[in-house]
């Protein structure tokens, strides 16, 4: 069978980092229709005409956008307005059209009663814009994006996107500013869990998928809306893993590594973009103009606006790039920041910036012709109400098939680390069964960070999960044990009690959803200490034990929780997270999750990712030695690396089959490998295929991802894998910063994760 996701980058620009088996369906979708209009943007006639009535003041309205001062669910505590905005204020803002929208705001009446101001009572009658965080779901909230990537399927990405933009898009909500796009190689950082892990190409896979099921193939649709890709650019690169910080790299890795699933959403067809809040190499990205303008724009062809983050352009005066709020506004607008978050400066600033000669009233000119033209794409001049109605909104919301998808894409993004003894899956009946931990259950860290509007209350916890799947909900008991970071009175001793009394215990731990997320930031990126110690005493119990690990990020798991003979990491899934988890605990469904970022030994190993480089004095195979690259007492690996997950099958690799040793550089060579489940259950497995390139004029990593197939194997069955690799798979930015390919040696596998040696390889590429 064919590889279907591989990186082939002799394909055209728009479709570069789509993988080639999922090229040419794709380049015949309606997709590709909105794409080559994002190509060939015209901005309507009437545009003009608008832009050349406008005052100064009414341009800089249409380049500022606020957070709603009414404001949905938890939006006001996530994103507070400031000034002292009031819903009264800003809806005579509107009508004076000194607004472009708001976002996160309370649904589709605040969105009809601020719309009316703006096309029944305003001067020029130009609509809002109505703009959401919705991150992983609106109402039904489907697992966080790392959790969704975990399944290496982006197609399930896709279809999660398009019932968040179904649902949102009731809501009278034209953008979202989502996918998160951010190539995340330090699991300290906390918005990790919004992006799409380590790997380039894994990420960019999802970039992809995420822009069209968001947009799908018309922007005028009353069920999709705009996507945003953020945060441009480098933001998950902060030094040390601390949210906000500096950014300091070479163009070669920014090129290579960061921007490229930038770069396949925008091919993908996004034409909004958010400007992170870091720096790059001594440079804010909210100031830059090589990145907003020279690159962006000029290298790369996008059509669409930029907008600042949250007071982006504001902190430009604390990074010590602009002395004052009126300075910040013109270097954000001369980068190429189209319009300004929150801060208020270009509302206040522009008009006067262009009166006296310090912006050019051409480029204020352009950057309202492109949020006018995008306002024109989504269909709101036609119908500035046609995401706006109140009764729709309701029939929207967690509908059956909604909240079915959540429970389908929950369980797809659960991994399993480990199985000793085949201790999974668990029984339905016959097991008296001890659920413990501060995630056992309760209405709370269900549907993970960064939701604006979705609930606790209406997910479905652990412990009903369970009882749902047991055939006799008595052999269940419930012991909280311990808080998430605070010991309970008692808790251990209760705990231990259980445990005693139970066949199996499931230790359900973790963090909780305010561990993970923006200012999230963690320096020890363990199991919290009062967890870890419960996890210790239950242990010492010696009852067969499966740890249910709730997190954000990859952790570095040690004693008792380490040792324990199974593990599923479960990550924050939303809605359905407890009948998901069950699906999987108890066997109605295979675990067939991948890990997308590696778990380390230690915190202190971070950044730790698959794809570094070997360094001039690695350790060889064997045990650790004086002098080579290592951690005092630590090999340079990963505990669990990038790829790893079990299936209740038991999985084979036979042998490397190439179809050549050599390799042309205008041909192809097959690479095959045949895989068998031996065991006796049904199974998912991820086959991955890495390359090394032995020697070249730039170091490479010690594996890259160049291919991935998602196979379901039947108890005895087996299949031969194939991918195709050709030489524009093996590029690489050289030293002048243009991507090349050379000549020489190539090693390859075909493998369960990014460390197995699966199977291997190694073939020569011809000038």
């Known amino acids: 069978m064919e590889g279907n996701f591989v990186l082939d980058m002799r394909i055209s620009r728009r479709a570069a980092m789509i993988g080639t088996g999922a090229v040419a369906a794709w380049l015949a979708s309606p997709a590709r229709a909105l794409v080559a209009a994002a190509d060939n943007l015209t901005i309507p006639g009437f545009v003009d005409d608008l832009v050349a009535r406008m005052t100064l003041e009414e341009k800089a309205g249409q380049l500022q956008l606020m957070a709603s001062a009414w404001g949905g669910g938890i939006a006001t505590a996530l ?31 605040m969105a009809r009663i601020m719309q009316t101001a703006a096309v029944k009572q305003s001067r020029l009658k130009v609509p809002l814009i109505f703009a959401a965080d919705i991150i992983h779901g609106h109402r039904t909230i489907f697992p966080v994006p790392l959790a969704e990537v975990a399944s290496f399927e982006p197609e399930l990405a896709q279809r999660t996107a398009a019932a968040a933009a179904f649902e949102a898009a009731g809501a009278g909500i034209d953008w979202t500013f989502s996918p998160m796009v951010d190539v995340a190689r330090d699991q300290r950082w906390g918005r990790g869990v919004e992006g799409g892990g380590e790997d380039v190409l894994l990420g960019s896979l999802f970039a992809a998928a995420r822009v069209r099921g968001f947009q799908g193939d018309d922007l005028k649709a009353a069920d999709r809306m705009l996507a945003c890709i953020k945060h441009f650019a480098a933001y998950a690169a902060a030094e040390a893993g601390l949210d906000y910080n500096t950014a300091d790299m070479s163009e070669r890795t920014l090129r290579e590594v960061y921007l490229q699933p930038y770069k396949a959403g925008f091919d993908a067809g996004a034409l909004s973009a958010m400007a992170s809040f870091n720096e790059i190499s001594g440079v804010p990205s909210t100031g830059n103009h090589w990145l907003m303008t020279d690159l962006l724009r000029g290298e790369w062809g996008f059509q669409g606006f930029v907008v600042s983050d949250y007071t982006g352009d504001e902190e430009l005066i604390l990074h010590g790039y602009a002395k004052d709020g009126r300075d910040a506004a013109r270097l954000a607008l001369l980068a190429g920041v189209d319009m300004s978050m929150q801060s208020g400066l270009y509302r206040k600033y522009l008009p006067d910036l262009v009166r006296s000669g310090d912006v050019p009233r051409a480029q204020l000119d352009q950057s309202v012709r492109r949020v006018l033209a995008m306002k024109a ?165 010696g009852k067969p034990m499966v740890i249910v690990l709730k997190n954000g990020r990859a952790l570095a798991l040690n004693g008792a929780v380490a040792n324990a003979p199974a593990i599923l990491v479960t990550w924050f899934l939303g809605t359905e997270t407890g009948h998901a988890i069950a699906d999987v605990l108890f066997g109605a469904h295979g675990p067939s999750g991948r890990l997308p970022a590696s778990f380390p030994r230690a915190s202190g190993q971070e950044p730790y990712y698959y794809a570094h480089k070997t360094t001039g004095r690695p350790n060889p195979p064997g045990p650790l030695e004086a002098y080579k690259t290592h951690f005092r007492g630590l090999p340079n690996s990963a505990l669990y690396p990038f790829g790893h997950g079990l299936t209740y099958g038991k999985i084979e690799y036979g042998e490397l089959v190439l179809g050549s040793a050599t390799l042309p550089m205008n041909g192809e060579i097959r690479v095959s490998a045949r895989v068998t489940n031996r065991g006796t259950r049904a199974a998912e497995e991820v086959v991955q295929l890495y390359v090394h390139d032995r020697t070249a004029s730039v170091t490479r990593p010690v594996r890259e991802l160049k291919a991935f197939r998602k196979l379901a194997l039947a108890p005895g069955q087996s299949e031969v894998v194939s991918f195709t690799v050709r030489a524009a798979d093996l590029q690489f930015v050289g030293r002048d910063n243009k991507w090349v390919v050379e000549p020489g040696m190539f090693d390859v596998w075909i493998a369960p994760s990014s460390e197995s040696d699966g199977v291997h390889g190694a073939f020569e590429l011809l000038a």
């Open 79 to 109: 994103n507070p307005p400031s000034q002292g905005s009031s819903f009264p204020q800003q809806v005579e803002e509107a009508r004076q059209g000194l607004l472009t929208g708001v976002f996160n705001g309370n649904g589709a009446r």
């Open 377 to 541: 794409m989504l269909g709101l001049f036609d119908d500035p109400f046609r995401r706006i109605d109140e009764k729709r909104e309701g029939a929207r919301s967690m509908l059956p098939a909604t909240r079915a998808l959540a429970r389908e894409a929950g369980r797809k993004a659960i991994v399993l680390l480990k199985n000793n003894g085949d201790l999974l899956p668990l029984p339905r009946s016959g097991k008296k069964i001890a659920l413990i931990g501060p995630f056992a259950s309760g209405q709370h860290d269900l549907v993970g960070p960064w939701v604006v509007y979705g609930d606790d209350a209406k997910a479905i916890d652990l412990a009903t999960g369970v009882r749902a799947a047991l055939a006799d909900q008595a052999a269940l008991t419930l012991v909280e044990g311990s808080g998430i970071e605070a010991p309970l009175a008692g808790g251990i001793e209760a705990a231990v009690a259980a445990a005693r009394q139970a066949d199996i215990v499931v230790l359900a731990i973790g963090e909780g959803q305010g561990m993970s997320g923006e200012a999230q930031s963690r320096t020890e990126i363990v199991v919290p200490e009062p967890q870890q110690r419960l996890v210790e005493a239950i242990a010492a119990v």
